[in-house]
Each structure stands twice: as structure tokens, then as C-alpha cells.
């Protein structure tokens, strides 16, 4: 397995921007596609963007396509999602995650994951 951190969750005014970072460890990161989820009180946690292992292919979830950005640095062992134009319903634990079948492309389903970091708190104000 990955080990993950994530970094950089805040509190940020609606139409504000984060960029969230996740520092990876252990298994080759380069090699696998990584995704980002999140968690919001009392709901399930659900897919945001996933990445492909050379960054070459993403996918977001439909809310925040054109507002948010995954990117990779497979020499660095990070992961990162810049996010613009913050909503409120953006507040959530963001947790990042790295799947489990090596080049595979990224998909949206939690159960593709094996490695999660402990999740970044975003909250977004009105």
C-alpha cells in the first residue's frame, strides 16, 4: 500500500480558492491512478477527480468541473487539487486515495481504492 498525507484544507470564503496537496509514501505513486473524495457531515463520501498514473487522463464529478484541477508530480510523490470558485456545499473532509490496479485508468468507484491519507477539512462560508 500508499501511504498518503494530505495538506492544505482551510477555511475560505465562498468564490475563494485551495489548493490541496497529498505527499504519498511506500508503493511505487507513479504508477497508479489517485483520485480525490470527499465527506461531508453525515453523508456518504463521494468521488471529486481521479487522475491517471501520467496524469495523462482525468475525471471529474459533474459539481465541480471547470472550478477544480487534479494534477500530479510522479518525481515529487504528490497530488493536488486546486479549487476555485468555492461553494459552500464544497465543505467536506477531502481525503486522497490511490488505486489499487497498477496503470490503470481512473475511475470513480471507492471500492477501485486501496490506500486513503486521513482526510483535509475544506470549509467553505457564505
Known amino acids: 500500500q500508499v501511504q498518503l498525507v494530505e495538506s492544505g484544507g482551510g477555511l475560505v470564503q465562498a468564490g475563494g480558492s485551495l489548493r490541496l496537496s497529498c505527499a504519498a509514501s511506500g508503493r511505487t505513486f507513479g504508477s497508479y491512478a489517485m483520485g480525490w473524495f470527499r465527506q461531508a457531515p453525515g453523508k456518504e463520501r463521494k468521488f471529486v477527480s481521479g487522475i491517471s498514473w501520467d496524469g495523462g487522463n482525468t475525471l471529474y464529478e459533474d459539481s465541480v468541473k471547470g472550478r477544480f484541477t487534479i494534477s500530479r508530480d510522479n518525481a515529487k510523490n504528490m497530488a493536488y487539487l486546486q479549487m476555485n470558485v468555492l461553494k459552500p456545499e464544497d465543505t467536506a473532509v477531502y481525503y486522497c486515495?490511490?488505486?489499487?490496479?497498477?496503470?490503470?485508468?481512473?475511475?470513480?468507484?471507492?471500492?477501485?481504492?486501496?490506500?486513503w491519507g486521513q482526510g483535509t477539512q475544506v470549509t467553505v462560508s457564505s
Open positions: 486515495a490511490v488505486q489499487r490496479n497498477l496503470y490503470g485508468p481512473p475511475s470513480s468507484n471507492w471500492f477501485m481504492y486501496d490506500s
